[in-house]
């Protein structure tokens, strides 16, 4: 079945650092990808997301590409801060599948220290 | 912001006992969907809505149902629960398969003893 893996954690980073969190997917059919955030105490939110090949989402910041040839879609920013200290999750789902489900990976927690 | 309420925020229960979790959306969104999240495992799908009274399971639904009587209410009830239910649960809505956005709730801690 359709999955993604993501690189684990924890990161912890200085503010104004790069930050890169990798994430690799596999799946049979042609599948959008998404990186959602989760800031301490709260629920998971859409951070950005690509639903074709090369595609590239980007959000506050933070982009991420959709690379076919490498089955890859690897977050980055390019200089963190505070407030990016979250729980970051990649997802996948198959929009040739007629139920619609999100595959999540087990989620990168990032720590950006002052 | 989605407006999703889930309740109860907290509980703490004993093992044997049957609890109901509620999910209610002001958003008449078709899509509902019942999460937990563990330390390593991320976020894996219980069960989901695709409307009223439709609804299918995920890949971790053994122990729990769901009912969806109305567009805005989607419970997910544990008959008997145990501690390895012990989790945060968050429910999520969608408007459409075809965005592939998912709204979240705040969460649910739930702890079994």
């Known amino acids: 079945g359709d999955s993604v893996t993501q690189m684990e954690g924890p990161v912890t980073l200085s503010e104004e650092a790069f930050l890169t969190i990798n994430c690799t997917y596999t799946?049979?059919?042609?599948?959008?990808l998404f990186w959602y955030v989760q800031y301490p105490g709260e629920g998971l939110q859409l951070l950005l997301k690509?639903?074709?090949?090369?595609d590239k989402g980007s959000n506050k910041g933070f982009e991420a590409t959709y690379r076919k040839e490498t089955t890859s879609f690897h977050l980055e920013k390019g200089s963190v801060q505070v407030s990016d200290s979250a729980v970051y999750f990649c997802?996948?789902?198959?929009?040739?599948?007629?139920?619609?489900?999100?595959?999540f990976g087990a989620g990168t927690t990032v720590t950006v220290r002052a | 912001d989605a407006g999703i309420t889930q309740s109860p925020r907290h509980k703490v229960t004993e093992t044997g006992t049957p609890v109901t979790l509620r999910c209610h959306q002001t958003e008449n969104h078709r899509y509902m969907y019942w999460y937990r999240q563990d330390p390593g495992h991320g976020l894996r799908l219980i069960h989901y809505s695709y409307g009223v009274k439709d609804t299918d399971k995920g890949e971790v639904s053994d122990g729990y149902s769901v009912s969806r009587s109305k567009t805005e209410d989607f419970l997910l009830t544990l008959e008997s629960a145990t501690s390895s239910q012990t989790s945060v649960y968050f429910c999520?809505?969608?408007?459409?398969?075809?965005?592939?956005?998912?709204?979240f709730g705040e969460g649910s801690r739930l702890t079994v003893l």
């Open positions: 799946a049979t059919g042609y599948p959008s």
């Open positions: 997802a996948l789902s198959d929009r040739n599948s007629n139920d619609y489900k999100l595959s």
């Open positions: 999520a809505i969608s408007p459409s398969l075809r965005t592939g956005e998912l709204f």
């Open positions: 690509a639903t074709k090949a090369d």
